[in-house]
């Protein structure tokens, strides 16, 4: 197991930046692959970007692309969410997740390959 704290969300206006940071309590985070959701008032949760244990691939869902970018930093055992040019539909509640793996990637956009959950951070995007 492995404790998810996210910061960094707020209110921010359309065309605005946010980072998101989620530090993440194992000693051996390298060996996990993180991913952040997302889920707005009444729509189910959905897939943003994930990154692999070894930061070598990302994944992104389409309407993050080029805007959003995930990176992770194992000597602070913190995955980022770098999310530019916000737009009013970006405005969730965030999630990162972890699961930990052995080499091998693991289905980066379903939520059920993950078993660590954060709280979530709400990100508010007005126009």
């Known amino acids: 197991q492995v404790q998810l704290v996210e910061s960094g969300g707020g209110s921010v206006q359309a065309g605005g930046s946010l980072r998101l940071s989620c530090a993440a309590s194992a000693r051996t985070f390298s060996s996990y692959q993180m991913g952040w959701f997302r889920q707005a008032p009444g729509k189910e949760r959905e897939f943003v970007a994930a990154?692999?244990?070894?930061?070598?691939?990302?994944y992104y869902t389409d309407s993050v692309k080029g805007r959003f970018t995930i990176s992770r930093d194992s000597a602070k055992n913190t995955v980022y969410l770098q999310m530019n040019s916000l737009m009013p539909e970006d405005t969730a509640v965030y999630y990162c997740?972890?699961?930990?793996?052995?080499?091998?990637?693991?289905?980066?956009?379903?939520?059920?390959?993950?078993?660590?959950w954060g709280q979530g951070t709400q990100v508010t995007v007005s126009s």
């Open positions: 990154i692999s244990w070894s930061g070598r691939s990302t």
């Open positions: 997740a972890a699961e930990r793996t052995s080499g091998t990637v693991l289905p980066p956009r379903s939520q059920y390959t993950y078993t660590n």
